[in-house]
């Protein structure tokens, strides 16, 4: 076999939503699609596993884990006759280009088949299989690789497909765990997947605040179980109810040995005489639907394969924004490197960030010298999933650095009113997987109680103040440093950090919460559709929240496969809605007989969600009937999403880290002064770069009337909704509020899901 594990092929969330993005932007671009059913299996047996696939092929999968079209594991072909063979059955069905979706051993597999593509259509012209004409007509075979893996483990791109959905499994696990542990002074040892790469016990070790931590890449350092003993003790000491130790199956000590999560029980029980249990989460992790970022992160699915020049063999990467393609053959030798020296991952620049950020919080102290410098930290505006998560790491590090660290309570309101207490550690324990806000929020801004403000914050000496929140938190920090001129109390260090499921705060790409309010709005949407199963010819329009900005209605749209979203940002017209009910129309003449309309809250004046209701009622009369859903609230609920946790808690630690560098700058005679741009900042995550962007040159790029950014990087995501929905736009030019356009190929395709 040319790879120890090159017959593999696994099945994970997110491959149904590649598998139709590939399809459909395929059909869209005019060329032929071939689903390729048990994966190499069905490859090199050819016959009914290789079948042409037109639109309906892949009509309401998105939401499906697992895959439709199967896998298989296949060792035929590992072989050279085996690669022969498939070889032949693409010949066959004149495919030339060819998109692999798996791991580690499906992408081995798909450069080994590249490699040898010359070699093998030499054999099959010299066994008379093929002639010299149809060799040169498929002389070039291009191959882009969609990674899912749930590791996390491959080099050259920053998220795999299925890696999202494992953490999301995960979290819940942990959290009905925690339940118990609380309540029975329990140890608990989880040990999840992670052979050679610790990503999925990092990420959520730190999303759930584990007590310790075992990952390939860092093996303990000797006498690491007097260390783990003696931290749990501490824990336990100081009246916690319950200690988390996560264990990659992969992990190992500094000699090589491997540490099994049995042990580490042992270990426990034996030292320490804790109530221990293990739970090992296995194939679990690898189960249930996909989350919305999975179902969103592949995209258009690298539709354009093959269609100009490029590597040969690509594994294309898919980020938030743009996926630039990375050679195949690059990143399997940086993947072999790492694995044999189980280095940091050279590809994924955040992971040696997170376990520091992990160790400064799990590991670190409270300072033993108090610092001169006194912070502040309150919630402001709607409460968002994660802000809990950012508080904590926020009192946390705080501490470590030696400040004195007051929360205050229901936003600027309760600052005016003097709602201020110190904090210490265990003041904040459990409040990572707690959505809402536990310090309270209220949208009241500083204008309507300056003076009071600047009275609490001469009171209690506060010289940084970190505001989470949304909108009115970015507004609200503006109205002080404007008022600085007039009160030199506010010539101190302010930070937002954004927190928000609207996702309309300037100075950053995603805010916390807008994540977790994707997946309870997609979460509805599926079963939404799902109670239409059994109901022909029936649509659903359905209104979420977000203000004037489109960005929880358009992901959402993407992630559960609408067929409209509207948006204030994308001007519609009557004769686009007029468009839109001809195309359900058409929809529901096919086998899928039913229709998801998602409309923005404040979208149009005039166009309300019972406009649209009464619209598409009228004149889809004796076609189709129609629902409606108004989501709400419960798009605020629930527990923050592994992301909103890890990110509020990176968010957290960095400003803290961030206002600690300014107060030193600015700090002179035993006082704070700072009336510079750069003392009031919001940070945020700008083209995957954590990023301090100060108020007042935010102000330039911000339509306070609609409390929204100028511009939006996710309005490019629009085009791809109208796509993989099959409306004939351009694939080269897109004028926002226009449906007219005519793709380069008139396609005679039928509508669906």
Not at 28 to 52: P, T
Not at 232 to 259: C, F, M, V
Not at 320 to 343: C, I, M, S, T
Not at 619 to 643: M, S, W, Y
Request: proline residues 3%; glycine residues 10%.
């Amino acid at each position: 076999a040319p790879h120890s594990r090159g017959h593999f092929r696994v099945t994970l969330w997110g491959m149904n939503a590649a598998v139709r993005a590939v399809t459909r932007m395929g059909i869209y671009v005019g060329a032929k699609v071939f689903l390729i059913y048990e994966g190499y299996e069905g490859l090199v047996e050819g016959g009914d596993n290789i079948k042409q696939a037109n639109w309906l092929s892949v009509s309401n999968i998105i939401q499906l884990g697992g895959t439709v079209i199967g896998s298989a594991r296949c060792k035929a072909f590992t072989t050279r006759a085996g690669r022969l063979r498939a070889a032949r059955n693409l010949v066959e069905h004149g495919i030339t280009n060819l998109c692999v979706i798996g791991g580690d051993g499906s992408l081995t597999g798909a450069d080994i088949f590249r490699s040898e593509w010359g070699e093998l259509l030499e054999e099959l012209v010299q066994d008379g299989q093929i002639s010299e004409e149809v060799a040169q007509e498929n002389s070039r075979l291009n191959i882009v690789g969609l990674v899912g893996s749930i590791d996390n483990d491959f080099c050259g791109t920053d998220m795999t497909i299925g890696t999202d959905s494992a953490l999301h499994r995960i979290m819940e696990v942990i959290d009905a765990i925690t339940t118990t542990a609380q309540s029975h002074q329990r140890t608990f040892v989880l040990e999840v997947m992670g052979r050679h790469c610790g990503y999925l016990a990092l990420v959520s070790g730190l999303a759930s605040g584990a007590d310790w931590l075992f990952i390939p890449e860092s093996p303990p350092e000797d006498g690491w179980e007097d260390l783990m003993c003696e931290r749990l003790g501490e824990t336990r000491s100081r009246g916690s109810r319950l200690n988390i130790i996560i264990i990659a199956e992969g992990a190992i000590d500094r000699s090589g040995k491997p540490i099994s999560s049995n042990y580490v029980k042992d270990l426990v029980v034996q030292r320490l005489g804790f109530d221990t249990r293990v739970t090992v989460l296995g194939h679990v992790q690898r189960g249930g639907t996909p989350s919305a970022f999975d179902r969103v992160l592949v995209g258009f699915g690298r539709g354009d394969t093959g269609r100009g020049g490029g590597q040969p063999a690509e594994r294309s990467r898919q980020l938030g924004h743009p996926a630039p393609a990375f050679p195949l053959p690059v990143a399997k030798d940086l993947l072999a490197e790492r694995r044999l020296r189980q280095a940091w991952p050279r590809c994924a620049r955040s992971f040696e960030n997170n376990w520091n950020i992990y160790k400064l919080l799990a590991h670190q102290k409270p300072a033993q010298e108090k610092s001169p410098f006194s912070l502040a930290i309150l919630n402001v505006g709607a409460p968002a999933a994660g802000m809990n998560a950012a508080v904590r790491s926020a009192v946390r590090i705080s501490i470590c650095q030696g400040h004195t660290i007051y929360a205050v309570s229901d936003g600027f309101e309760g600052l005016a009113k003097g709602q201020i207490r110190e904090v210490g550690w265990h003041d904040v324990a459990g409040w990572l997987g707690r959505g809402g806000s536990m310090l309270g929020t209220k949208r009241t801004l500083p204008k309507t109680c300056m003076e009071k403000i600047v009275e609490n914050v001469r009171k209690f000496n506060i010289q940084g103040l970190l505001v989470i929140g949304g909108f009115e938190a970015y507004e609200g920090v503006l109205q002080l440093v404007e008022a600085r001129g007039q009160y030199e109390e506010l010539c101190i260090i302010m930070c937002v950090i954004p927190a928000t499921i609207s996702n309309n705060v300037p100075g950053t790409d995603f805010s916390l919460g807008s994540d977790t309010a994707v997946n309870a709005a997609m979460e509805s949407c599926d079963r939404i559709k799902q109670s239409a199963s059994g109901t022909k010819r029936r649509v659903f329009i359905v209104e979420t929240m977000g203000g004037y900005c489109g960005y929880l209605s358009t992901v959402t749209g993407i992630a559960v496969g609408a067929d409209a979203a509207y948006v204030y940002e994308d001007p519609f017209t009557i004769h686009d809605l007029k468009a839109n009910v001809e195309h359900l129309t058409d929809k529901m003449k096919t086998d899928i007989q039913r229709g998801l309309v998602l409309r923005n809250e404040k979208c149009h004046e005039h166009y309300t969600t019972e406009f649209l209701y009464n619209l598409y009622s009228s004149e889809g009369k004796g076609i189709f009937d129609c629902r409606i859903n108004v989501l709400g609230h419960l798009q605020q609920g629930g527990a923050p999403t592994p992301f909103d946790r890890n990110y509020g808690t990176k968010l957290g630690v960095k400003a803290v880290l961030w206002m600690s560098e300014k107060l030193e700058e600015v700090y002179c005679k035993g006082r704070v002064f700072a009336n510079s741009d750069d003392s009031a900042c919001v940070i945020g995550l700008r083209k995957k770069v954590v990023a301090f962007s100060p108020v007042t040159e935010l102000k330039k790029v911000t339509d306070f009337e609609h409390r929204l950014p100028q511009e939006q990087w996710w309005l490019n995501l629009r085009l791809m909704l109208k796509m993989l929905a099959n409306y004939q736009i351009s694939l080269t030019e897109y004028i926002s509020g226009k449906m007219e356009h005519v793709t380069r190929r008139t396609l005679s395709i039928e509508k669906g899901f």
